[in-house]
């Protein structure tokens, strides 16, 4: 297990492609941590240059405070979970577990030992003697995963593991993983495009766009208070408000709406909250702003509308037995605790 620091990190080809600008973060011994992105925006290149695979253009990696940029790959005590597997198909299970022992010359009773504890404690011992192709691909993820562990890594790089399971045993490998994770204090790094799963089992959340960090923060922190317009369309929010204007003293702008002092940014280029904070308005409410429902979805347990206003379509969440009327006039209360700045 270490602690991570990653300075300054560029990537380039021929000196005109860049795919990284300036990555700098860290991770604590023990952390989880998610490198969360769209397809495209450097977050596997980033993973792939701190396991060694990618030789950098410039910055520095340091684990424990020592830079290792230079260090080969085979020398980076890492483990390395990849989305396609990449187990030996002429190997059993034991032998794909084993591999990484093997090249490090333990005894033969050590990896048995060691490899067996991990069998164990992923839940294929009685899958010892199979092949890859005769498993399924819950099962053949957690051998990658196990041969990833058996090493006692001091980092372990996991790229996009998940995303060839369906739905369900994404779901429950999500959930092994993070608890192999925090039962062995592993340090992790997890690449993802899928916002759900790394906010479920992470520490901290590194958001990347074209090639930059937009925001690196808890999981809590980003759903709640993104910074960035296009961190908060990442992750869901819907409802945006133009700020065309400076921010005036009275800390308010288009059609009187309110907004929490405590949140102020004077680059601001828009407001947004989520649909289920905004509600219909009853007595005493603020922030008021009336409109038509112009349409209607029902999401099981409540319905979404989305209403035309002076602001723009703004939708929101009520959960009640009775569906709305199209073309309903209804007055909106968006409470200021709830709306939130977002830079470009």
């Known amino acids: 297990m270490a602690n991570l620091e990653v300075k300054n990190l560029a990537k380039s080809y021929d000196g005109k492609n860049n795919v990284l600008k300036d990555i700098s973060f860290s991770v604590k011994n023990g952390d989880f941590v998610s490198i969360l992105g769209p397809s495209g925006c450097g977050k596997t290149t980033t993973l792939r240059i701190i396991a060694g695979l990618i030789d950098k253009t410039s910055g520095e990696i340091n684990i424990d405070g020592t830079d290792i940029s230079t260090v080969p790959v085979y020398k980076r005590n890492f483990g390395m979970v990849f989305q396609s597997y990449a187990l030996f198909p002429h190997m059993t299970v034991f032998n ?8 490090r010359e333990l005894s033969k009773n050590e990896i048995k030992d060691r490899v067996d504890a991990m069998l164990e404690l992923t839940g294929l011992t009685d899958f010892a003697n199979q092949f890859p192709d005769n498993l399924s691909g819950g099962q053949q993820q957690r051998v990658s995963l196990a041969r990833a562990l058996v090493i ?3 980092l372990l790089l996991m790229d996009e593991p998940l995303s060839n399971l369906d739905a369900k045993l994404r779901l429950k490998m999500r959930e092994e993983i993070r608890n192999l994770q925090q039962k062995m204090k592993m340090t992790v790094l997890f690449v993802t495009h899928d916002q759900q799963e790394c906010f479920a089992i992470s520490d901290k959340v590194l958001v990347m766009k074209e090639g930059r960090i937009e925001q690196y923060d808890t999981p809590q922190n980003i759903f709640h208070h993104p910074r960035t317009k296009y961190v908060a369309q990442f992750i869901g929010y819907e409802n945006f408000i133009n700020i065309d ?8 702008v288009s059609a009187g709406i309110q907004f929490d002092t405590a949140d102020t940014d004077q680059d601001a280029v828009a407001m947004t909250i989520r649909p289920e904070n905004i509600k219909v ?10 409109g ?3 349409s209607r979805e029902y999401l099981g347990q409540s319905f979404q509308y989305t209403v035309q206003t002076v602001l723009g379509n703004l939708k929101f ?9 199209l073309n309903e006039q209804v007055t909106l209360s968006l409470p200021k605790e709830h709306l939130h700045l977002l830079s470009e």
């Open 96 to 103: 794909n577990v084993a591999f990484g022992l093997k090249m």
């Open 152 to 154: 006692n890594p001091q």
């Open 245 to 252: 204007k400076k921010l005036d003293d009275h800390k308010s």
């Open 281 to 290: 308005a009853e007595e005493g409410d603020d922030n008021l702003i009336s």
């Open 292 to 294: 038509m429902i112009i």
């Open 317 to 325: 969440e009520e959960v009640r037995r009775a569906m709305r009327d």
